[in-house]
């Protein structure tokens, strides 16, 4: 994975409603819903937060081994990048 420490742009308005989270994109008027496990990798992405930070705490929430908690953190910052709600 490319960028260790994924962190989300800083001009996007972002709200949890019912455990999802929801992105609006003002800059390309668009808004993207999150399923609660992207909610909780959403979350993380400050920057600071490696992938391997974010796994442990998909671990102690879903009780998943490390190598199924990466595949869906993969996963999951590829879809956001490809939506560009990621810094390059």
Request: hydrophobic share 30%; glycine share 4%; charged share 35%.
């Amino acid at each position: 994975m490319k960028n260790n420490r994924p962190k989300k742009r800083d001009n996007l308005l972002y709200r949890e409603l019912d455990g999802e989270g929801i992105i609006y994109d003002q800059e390309n008027s668009m808004v993207h819903t999150l399923n609660p496990t992207a909610t909780l990798i959403w979350n993380y992405c400050d920057g600071k937060q490696s992938t391997k930070d974010i796994a442990k705490k998909l671990i102690k929430k879903y009780d998943t081994s490390l190598d199924n908690a990466l595949k869906d953190i993969e996963k999951t910052l590829k879809n956001l990048k490809n939506l560009k709600l990621l810094m390059e």
